[in-house]
Each structure stands twice: as C-alpha cells, then as structure tokens.
C-alpha cells in the first residue's frame, strides 16, 4: 500500500531580524539610561598592533630582567641546600658505640669503635648492635685515661686519634635541623667552657643555658647573686637564650627545673646536649635520666645503656640518640668542643684528673692572714701551670686562688723565680709529673701583662680566669691591718695593681668582674638597676 503524500516544508536559510522594542506609553517619564557609546578600540589597533613576535620578545626580555633582580637570592638558597646536603652526609651512619658514639668497626683495634668481630657478627645475627659496647669504653670505665683527640692529652695524634676539626664538623649538621639546644657550660671554668660561637653550631636553634657544678662552689655562696652574675655575663656576651638554670649532676639539684623547660620547649623537636670538652654532658645526661625515670618508663629503659663519663676530654666522638621521652623527640648527647685555649690541650692525659675538682672549693690566700709578707716583688706558682708576678700592690692587697685542691701554690721572690721553675717543675710544681715529662714540658711562654686600678675598695677588684683551670680574685684590702695607724684611705687612693700573668701556649687569661662567691659576697656584690623593659628582656634564672 503506498504510503500518503507528505507535503513539502520549506525553511527560511537566515532568521527575520527581531522586532523593534516597545515604545514606553506617553504617559510615563523614561527611567532608562542613555544607551552606552560603543566601545573604544583596543591600543594598537589596526596597522599599529604589536606582531607575535614583539610579544613574545617583551615577555623574554621581562623574564630576563626578574632573573636578574633575583639571582642573588637564588644564588644564596641554592648555596645554602647545597650546604645542607654536605653537611648532612657528614652525619655518623651505621651503628655507633653506645658509650662513646665512634661508629662500631673489627679492623683496627687501636682505633675508637673497636668490636671483636665474633662479637660484632653475634650482635649482629641478633639485631643487637645498639647494645654493643667498643672496647676503649670498657677500659675508660674501668678507670683507665685513653683519649682518642689527636693533640689534645699531650699526645700528637695518628691514625687511632679523631681531630678536634673532625668533631666540629660532626656537629655542623645541626645548624640545618630544627632542634632545641641545651648548652652547658661549667662555673668553675665560665669562660673557658663558654664556647662563645655556639651559634656555629646551633644556627638559630633556640638554647637553653645551663650551669654545672654549682655543688662545687665554696660554702654559704648566696645563689642569688650566681644567678644575676652568670645573666649579667650572658647579656655582654650577647647571646639570646631562653632561660639560664643552675644545676648539679651530683646532687641533681636544678635538674627538674630543666627537664620542665625541655618538655615545654621542645614541641616535637629532638634535644641535642651541647658543649664544650669535659663540661659534664654525659653526667648531665643521665641525672636527667634518673630523675625522669620515676615517671617516664621509656627513660627508665634508657639508663641501662648511657654514655660513658670520664675525665678523659674527648669521651664522646660522635652523637650518641637515646630514647628518653615517651611523648616522641629523641635526646642526643654530642661529641665535646675542643678548645686550644684550655689546660687540658697541653697537659698529658695522665695528669687530667689533677685538674678536676672533686669537692667544694676553698678559696686559698696569699699572703695569709698571719703573715706580714706583701705580694709586691714576689712570685706565685699554681703547681707547673701558672706564674703570676706581682710587680705592684698595695701593702694590704691579696690574692684568692679558687681551683682544683690538689694543685699546689708557692711563692717566691721574683728574683728567684726563674731558677725556681727549671729546678722545681715536674717535682714540687705538679702538674706535669715527673721529670720525665717536664723535660719535654713547653715551659710557660704566654705572657700577660694586667695593670688594675682599683674602683671600690670593700669589694675584689676582678677575678684573673685561667682557661681550663680556676680563677684568681683580686682583693686590694683583703689582709686585715695589725696597725691602727695605717692610713687605709691614703694607700687606697694611689693604689694600682700591676700583674704579670705566665701560662703554657695557648692557654687563655681573662679578666672579668668578680664572681660573688662566699659569705661575704652577698655583702659587697650589687644587683643590676634595670627598667621594666630591661628586666622583660633579660633571660630569667632558675635554680
């Protein structure tokens, strides 16, 4: 059946123009606005527009000049990662002696890190390499004095020694991490353990600052007064630090105090103990171990494998991480930083533990009080260490050494001097000991010459710090006077000290505002007159 016919539908090939718009009625006022102009044609338009090309060489030339403005910043960043990846592949890897932080190693016995090779493989079958101790540790436990710092311990150095470089450079990494730094220094030694270019180190690592040994000041020593003088110090030497806290590893005293800012500080940051040799880090270390052990067991587990302590400068060669808190962030006690200017650079090991204090100080007076000999023209030996020649003082001044009780001190005239150390160094005048050892001793080359005038006269003029040593306070009235007759005033007025200072090369001698130690200190020492914004700025001391 043929299907029906469709008509054919035609549509139009373009669309009728719109119609126009509506005209308003005549009885309303228009509200519309004038209808806009046309658009002005864009810049260039026409003949005069800019080719791809042109725009395509303004864009290069753009680029070239925002190089150019910030090449420099580029240069200094890509400096810097470069910096950060040398320094980070300088960080110990493999596992390292527990006691000392050397890297574990079988070849050479004679060299720090040394494990028995069946023992090393036995800890190792059983993933207990942690564990291991290297034998130079065994032996400095036992009493034994090995240093392992070439230079350093009268010993020149060879292939079982570590540098002193090589140790600051295993520190160098610690610029680039985000730690908190617990700097400590010793009071007896202030500025020779101040290790003034921490932030060589630290970068700019926020840093607590802690004193050791507070234990070993002389009795009845008002706190108080340590504390302003230690801030005082800090300020002068210009270095920002979060707070300052006085402590002792012995006695455990200060050391919560510690642990309190190091939990409220450290926000998810890894600890590193920093300091120079012999500063007493690794003691440091496990009072705060043993104080967190009450309540933290992760510290608790950690005192079971601590770093070794020892006289010996140069302990721990390398980081050593151990677990401590059980909230995260790991505690690392490092290598010490060894300082040329320090005693303990020039003496030999043997001698070392002569210059460690073991008990409180007791200050010792020349000339004594029972004695009516004056210091002017005579000389002062502290054991083979130290000369210091009294060319002028007043009839009543008096010298105070403060140091380690075992280090003899005597005096003679200056005239006599000379022939005096030839004769008595290495016998009377200890350290060094022995003849042996005196004749190969440098002799005290350094010289120092201090000329003092005296500013008060109730008080010490200023303390004379031998580096690695002790110091020496400065009374220009310290002897009592047996004479009613004497004109204290007169003598005060055109009084001078004039001092020379003979110490081996290169040990350091500084001169520094007395440190208030003793009863009478809390009388004469005065505390800093500071504004509300001085005293805001200033860090704060806990004790």
Known sequence: MASPH???????KTLPPPPPPLKPHAHRTSLAAAPAPPPAPPDGAGPAAPTRGDRFLGRQLATEAAARVLAPDDADRRRRRKEKRRA??????????????????????????????????????????????????????????????GGHGGYPGGKQFVS????????????????????????????GSFLARVRDFAGANPIILVITKVDLLPRDTDLNCIGDWVVESVVKKKLNVLSVHLTSSKSLV???????????????????????????????????????????PVAAAAQKYKPIQSAVPGTTLGPIQIEAFLGGGKLYDTPGVHLHHRQAAVINADDLPSLAPQSRLKGRCFPANDTDVELSGNSLFWAGLV???????????????????????????????DQFYETEVGVTLTPPTGKDRAEGWPGLQGVRELKMKYEERDRPACDIAISGLGWISVEPSGVPSNSPDDNVEEEYDRGELHLVVHVPKPVEVFVRPPLPVSKAASQWYRYQELTEEEEELRPKWHY
């Open 387 to 417: 000369r210091i020649d009294v060319v002028k003082a007043l009839p009543r001044s008096r010298l105070t050494f403060y140091g380690p009780k075992k280090l003899k001190i005597n005096m003679v005239p200056t005239t006599e001097a």
């Open 254 to 296: 200060g050391i919560t105090g510690v642990i309190s800012e190091i939990q409220q500080e450290k926000k998810g940051r890894d600890i590193y103990i920093l300091g120079s040799a012999n500063v007493g880090k690794s003691a440091f270390i496990s009072a705060m171990l043993r104080t967190m052990a009450y309540k933290d």
């Open 6 to 12: 469709l008509p054919f539908l035609s549509f139009p």
């Open 88 to 149: 980070l592949a300088r960080m110990p890897s493999g596992f390292p002696c527990y006691g000392c932080g050397a890297p574990l190693q079988t070849a050479e016995e004679a060299a720090p890190g040394y494990v028995d090779p069946e023992t090393y493989e036995l800890k190792k079958r059983h993933h207990q390499l942690r564990t291991v101790l290297c034998g130079r540790c065994k032996l400095l436990s036992h009493g034994h004095m090995l240093t392992a710092v």
């Open 164 to 191: 002193a470089e090589q140790l600051r450079e295993k520190l160098s990494y610690l610029r680039h991490e985000k730690a908190l730094i617990v700097k400590l220094v010793d009071i007896v030694d202030f500025n």
